[in-house]
């Protein structure tokens, strides 16, 4: 079974996932970029859902620090997950050639859809 590590700092939300993804992964969670730091870093994941704004360090911040500290190592294993739609988020993204998705477009069946498609890539 593959293993997913999700970040979400919305309790309702990462509870949400967790209930949609459980039956086809193993789904281990995280609720600030800290939490999330460590467990990338001290365990093996198959693909790490990360969202975009985070307590203790943010998302990107928590990106950036993998790429400094393990370059390319993670880059195709990180989705991003946001409900920040604005022009500016998208560059980021393109720029970076990271993978992402808004999560707020997305109904239950569409973000376990979403999920299962980063699997075939």
Known sequence: MSKILLIEDDKFLRDIYVQ????VYEV????????AYDKITKNSYDLIL????????????VFEKLELDFPNKYNNKIVFMTNDDS??????????NINYFIKSTLNPE????????????
């Open 20 to 23: 949609m993804l459980s039956p």
């Open 87 to 96: 022009e500016q988020t998208h560059k980021y993204f393109k720029e970076k």
């Open 28 to 35: 281990d969670k995280a609720e600030d970029g800290e939490i």
């Open 110 to 121: 569409e973000f376990v859809n979403k999920v299962k498609s980063y699997f075939k890539i």
């Open 50 to 61: 990360l969202d975009m704004f985070l307590p203790k360090m943010d998302g990107k911040i």
